[in-house]
């Protein structure tokens, strides 16, 4: 006897979509902050003239399907009949006995046969041939609109790649940034900023104009280290009990992927191997990697094994694999990648390390992985490479992270210590004096206090600035951006 039968199916639906029955959402569903990707799928949902679906992909618990909730919320309130809205979750283990098409077709049968329908797919990539049905979707029902999720990545970017071309685009759902912890976590001292203020022009401001603007940002520096705890994922950052948000995060968001996601959409045999691999990196993370040294390191596991997995690793929202920077115009050879965790608080649940706060190498390493995450974050909607730089030869000197924008580099250094000094040979301080090609130097500091523009006669000035400062000024940054983008 079929379980899957068109009564259960239709029981489902229902109790996905209750604003059937009561034509509005029930109350826990509604977050009233928004993250910034609701902003950019919104704006991609309701283009007037580009028709495109809209794939959400970011790791477990970063917020996707609160996410399609708000964006369900705001059809609600723009008057669209509720039953043209359907949500489903192919997560319920019943939905994993049918296909798409089948369900489809019953909730034109009956719900409702119109031709406008808003639809909502979270964790996609557990239905088969996902991709095909929404190039159907696309290809025949011209007035449907669609929003999906997922979780795993690389099959999402696959698909995309392989039918999605100028049908639909995947857009990157990344942990909080530190402007959003802020936000959702209703901290008291948030500052009113203006909307024009971002980290490129602090080196534009008078002495008295940068003193007020980070006094009024230094109340925040309290709220920083928590956020590199608990990590950026709301459920576990609005949580009161820190420890057991790592151990959800270890479990849940480490476990499953690792133990579940992967493997099971590679067709990975041997997941062990691959939790070692991610071990590997948890302890060599912000390091530049060398493949062959992990495959002797892991027993001689093939080295094309590691690459691979690395690749998996990257598409499943765990890491993150910056690439090197020329800026010297010299073509580089052999593309090392330097590694870091997809969000500070991964690692450390994983790791299971106590006292990071105190150790200042656990603490730089948390920072750089931070300021990595943003900078990355911020400009994958503009396709800007953010990388790193190492100068070979003689004495190796580093950039920490390097933002390859069109108009000019971008240069960053994490020097978050007690009293950081940076001299005049160091990597950050002759590049930004002989490159014509740097538009804007940063150094990344730990005080409040320890900010301002460095002594140093070079073409482009060096900006001493609080991590925490620096990372709020760039969601400030990006959500004005957002904000005039969609006209809000």
């Known amino acids: 006897m079929s379980i899957a039968t068109p009564e259960n199916i239709l ?26 990707a609701y902003y950019e799928a919104l704006e991609q949902l309701l283009h007037p003239d580009l028709r495109r679906f809209v794939i959400l992909s970011g790791a477990r ?7 399609l909730y708000q964006m369900i919320e705001t059809l609600l309130q723009k008057g669209i009949d509720t039953k043209k809205i359907i949500y489903i979750s192919f997560d319920h283990p019943l939905l994993k006995f049918c296909n798409m098409n089948e369900i489809i077709e019953i909730y034109e049968t009956n719900i409702s046969p119109s031709e406008e329908t808003y639809l909502f797919l979270d964790e996609i990539q557990y239905t088969g041939d996902w991709d095909k049905w929404l190039k159907v979707f696309y290809d025949t029902k011209p007035a449907w609109r669609v929003v999906a999720t997922g979780s795993a990545s690389p099959v999402l970017v696959q698909g995309a790649t392989e039918s999605g071309v100028g049908r639909w685009s995947v857009i990157q759902v990344p942990t909080l940034s530190f402007y959003e912890y802020c936000q959702i976590t209703n901290v008291e001292e948030i500052p009113q900023l203006d909307s024009e ?25 309290k709220h920083f280290h928590r956020y590199l705890i608990v ?22 968001v480490v476990d499953k992927v690792l133990k579940r996601d992967i493997p099971s959409l590679f067709n990975i045999r041997n997941a062990v191997v691959l939790e070692k691999v991610f071990l590997y990196l948890c302890f060599n993370s912000s390091n530049i990697i060398n493949i062959a040294t992990i495959s002797k390191e892991l027993d001689n596991t093939p080295a094309v094994t590691i690459s691979n997995y690395l690749h998996y690793l990257e ?29 500070p608080a991964i690692r450390n649940a994983v790791l299971m390390l106590d006292n990071v706060l105190t150790d200042p190498k656990e603490l730089g390493i948390m920072v750089e992985t931070a300021i990595y995450k ?13 990388g790193y730089y190492r100068q070979t030869g003689g004495k190796e000197k580093e950039i920490d992270v390097v933002v390859d924008h069109p108009q000019g580099k971008i240069l960053v250094e ?69 904000l005039r983008i969609n006209g809000v």
């Open 315 to 343: 598409r499943a929202n765990l890491i993150y694999l910056s690439y090197p920077v020329s800026l010297d115009g010299k073509k580089i050879l052999k593309a090392r990648p330097k590694i870091y965790i997809a969000d």
């Open 11 to 36: 029981k489902i639906l229902y109790s996905y979509n209750p604003w059937w029955r009561n034509n509005n959402l029930p109350r826990e569903f509604i977050k009233p902050i928004k993250r910034f």
């Open 197 to 221: 203020i971002t980290p490129l022009v602090l080196q534009k401001l008078k002495a008295y104009e940068l003193h007020d603007l980070m006094y009024r940002l230094a109340p925040l520096q």
């Open 231 to 252: 990590g950026g994922f709301p459920e576990l950052a609005l949580s009161k009990d820190d420890y057991y948000a790592q151990r959800i995060l270890r479990e849940d």
């Open 374 to 386: 943003h900078l990355a974050a911020f400009y994958y909607r503009l396709n800007i490479k953010v």
């Open 61 to 67: 618990r970063v917020g996707k399907t609160t996410i």
């Open 414 to 482: 994490v020097k978050y210590r007690e009293n950081a000094s940076i001299k005049e040979d160091d990597a950050i301080v002759s590049k930004s004096l002989a490159n014509e090609n740097v538009i804007a130097s940063f150094i990344i500091t730990k005080k409040s206090e320890d900010y301002g523009l460095m002594p140093f006669a070079d073409k482009v000035p060096i900006m001493r600035i609080p991590a925490f400062a620096f990372l709020y000024l760039l969601g400030h940054t990006e959500k004005n951006q957002i």
